[in-house]
């Protein structure tokens, strides 16, 4: 919306005479194009008026007025409306992320604006920057959009247009922010400061200083937080702005928080939660809850943080926000756990975790899609500037034709052919890049891959250390203490007997406890290796009873690779083989290993009794599980098939080269 907003108010500049008629509706606008069908100024000015309106509802039905605006500007001579139309096609398409042909309309006007050497030209320049700065942000480009930020803040600064300058400060603080660049988006932030003051915008002033608190608080640095809370509080009081008042009690409710004083922590996050509630804010509000529920556990009222947390997953799931539904569950185990209900804090965090694979598979492929179309930018980019310089050298050939036709026949003879073998080279070189492009994006897509796996993977072992270390031991403990207490009670039998149930149920919790970290991070896989360990998991399986399983090694026992693959072929198998107790009803499971050593190469095999089924169903599923194990199998370059049928069983082969 910020995009939106100084494009606005821009052309609110530019366009003094249709600011009063920009809060009729769109209907009611359209019917005024109607009563003029003549192309003249007063149709432009109706024309221009629908389009600034239509940008702020977003509808699609603005295009073809936003043409129009072009083709009767320039039939009129009007240069400041033909400006105007390159601009709103430019956020038109960007808006609906065709970046390809956005950028083929902001170049057409820059060119424009170029050409006008008028204040108001300068600043719309500067908008276009800005929201070109905003679209490569979201293709992943932070060089380009850094760079446009830049240009936009320097031509905003030079016409002392401090408000959008200072909006644009704050887009740059938060684009290092995310880049992981605290130094750099302190001194954004702190010009954004000074550009809000230089504006006299006391509510745009309390704004951006409350984002310089929760960006220290971030960096818990609560002291420097509340000093700079305390000079933007009494801005939050004149201003009585929404949005800042929010942030005000956020940030105080955080340094509460840092100084146990719960009671206040909880009555500034509720005012918090509650003024984004009455803003519409849907993502403040959902940013707000979580840290009010932890201020509640914090103060031992766990009814009303247990409240909130339904509040939050109910908001989350309406306003489909996963990352608030991750928070939820992670509440819900805290709060599980907290009151010993060990079964539901596992089940919620293992809620928490299948939905943590869902958000970063999702997120993969938005990266993906937006690094496709970051590249067919590029593309088009370089093939315009290739045609504008072909274009270029064939009118100076024209010219010098036109001179020396007759002289020079010979000449021009050989400068032809010169430029058909140079036409020839570049493609060929231009051949040679696109595969040298490829190959990065492929080794991009792996890397990015690879961190999410890891990631996961590290995460799975903190909280199978956890389990184990803190929870373990103080299982283990309580065991010793109620021991130790019976041989010095004196019990009738039947206190005794319950007494040894009690007992009995604490052994059992404790080896569930070891069971669920054991398959969290198999301790037997980091000391022994792959084939270890999936011997002793089949071995777990069979001696449960669910399904009677089986494992073969042949040469895998001495394979040494990395422990990132040995792991993630450590899960293929555990979810093939969950899969086969789940979904397929049957009695008998194989893992089989194979070391193949002159090829290098490794190949896992999973079959299975049971049911079976149409192998064409997995592509219409949409389940996690088989992704996961696609996504697994593509990370280590290796080759999967299945074969399945109903009432046939299932098998399922896996081959991939090991490099010991």
Not at 189 to 209: M, P, Q
Not at 388 to 397: C, D, K, S
Not at 494 to 503: L, V
């Amino acid at each position: 919306m910020k995009k939106k907003l100084l494009i606005l108010f821009a052309n609110l500049l530019l366009w003094s005479t249709v600011s009063d008629a920009q809060t009729k509706e769109l209907d009611s606008i359209k019917v005024e194009i109607a009563k003029h069908p003549q192309h003249d100024t007063t149709r432009l000015n109706i024309l221009v008026d629908y389009v600034l309106n239509a940008v702020n509802v977003n509808t699609s039905q603005a295009l073809p007025y936003m043409k129009e605006v072009i083709t009767l500007s320039q039939k009129l001579g009007n240069t400041r409306g033909v400006q105007i139309g390159y601009i709103y096609l430019q956020l038109y398409y960007a808006d609906r992320g065709d970046y390809s042909t956005s950028m083929l309309y902001a170049d057409t006007a820059f060119q424009i604006l170029q050409k006008d050497t008028n204040q108001f030209a300068k600043i719309n320049a500067a908008y276009l920057h800005n929201n070109l700065g905003g679209d490569y942000l979201k293709m992943g480009d932070h060089e380009s959009a850094i760079d446009h930020y830049l240009k936009a803040a320097n031509l905003l600064e030079q016409y002392h247009k401090f408000e959008p300058s200072a909006t644009v400060y704050d887009g740059l603080a938060s684009l290092y922010d995310e880049l992981l660049q605290p130094g750099k988006a302190y001194e954004y932030e702190n010009k954004a400061i000074n550009d809000a003051e230089k504006s006299g915008n006391k509510a745009l002033i309390a704004r951006y200083r409350l984002n310089y608190s929760l960006r220290l608080i971030k960096e818990k640095k609560y002291a420097k937080a509340e000093s700079v809370l305390n000079k933007a509080a009494p801005l939050v009081a004149k201003t009585n702005d929404l949005t800042a008042k929010a942030s005000f009690y956020e940030v105080r409710g955080s340094i509460n928080l840092n100084k146990k004083q719960y009671q206040q922590a909880i009555e500034d996050f509720g005012v918090a939660y509650k003024t984004g509630q009455d803003n519409d804010d849907t993502y403040k509000q959902i940013a707000l809850i979580d840290p009010l529920i932890k201020a509640l556990i914090a103060a031992g009222k766990m009814a009303e943080a247990k409240k909130m947390n339904d509040t939050l997953l109910q908001k989350s799931i309406s306003f489909k926000m996963p990352s608030g539904q991750v928070n939820a569950y992670d509440n819900s185990a805290r709060l599980s756990f907290l009151q010993k209900d060990y079964e539901s804090a596992y089940r919620f965090l293992d809620q928490k975790m299948r939905l943590s694979d869902s958000i970063s598979s999702d997120e993969m492929r938005k990266k993906i899609t937006l690094m496709e179309v970051r590249y067919k930018v590029g593309s088009k980019d370089r093939e315009i500037r290739t045609l504008q310089a072909e274009r270029e050298i064939q009118q100076l050939q024209l010219r010098q034709k036109n001179i020396f036709t007759n002289v020079l026949a010979g000449a021009a003879v050989a400068l032809l052919i010169i430029s058909l073998l140079a036409y020839r080279n570049y493609k060929h070189r231009q051949k040679l890049q696109q595969a040298k492009i490829d190959e990065l994006e492929t080794e991009k897509q792996l890397t990015a891959t690879e961190a999410v796996l890891k990631g996961e993977e590290q995460e799975r072992t903190r909280l199978a250390k956890d389990l184990h270390d803190g929870l373990g031991g103080m299982l283990s403990g309580i065991k010793f203490s109620l021991s130790t207490m019976k041989g010095n009670l004196i019990l009738t039998p039947d206190n005794a007997q319950a007494f040894e149930r009690s007992i009995d149920m604490l052994d059992s919790s404790i080896k569930e406890m070891r069971r669920v970290a054991h398959n969290m991070m198999p301790e037997v896989l980091v000391r022994y290796g792959l084939s270890a360990a999936l011997k002793e998991f089949c071995n777990e399986i069979d001696r449960s009873g669910v399904i009677h399983a089986s494992y073969q090694s042949v040469g895998a026992d001495a394979v040494e690779m990395e422990q990132t693959t040995a792991v993630t072929i450590y899960r293929i198998v555990q979810e093939l083989v969950n899969n086969a107790i789940k979904h397929a009803a049957a009695k008998n499971v194989l893992v089989q290993l194979h070391w193949s050593g002159s090829e290098q190469l490794l190949s896992i095999t999973v079959e299975d009794d049971g049911e079976g089924f149409d192998t064409a169903r997995l592509r219409q599923s949409s389940g996690i599980g088989w992704n996961n194990i696609q996504n697994r199998v593509e990370f280590l370059k290796g080759k999967l098939d299945l074969s399945s049928a109903p009432g046939k069983g299932t098998s399922v082969l896996i081959e991939i080269r090991i490099q010991e």
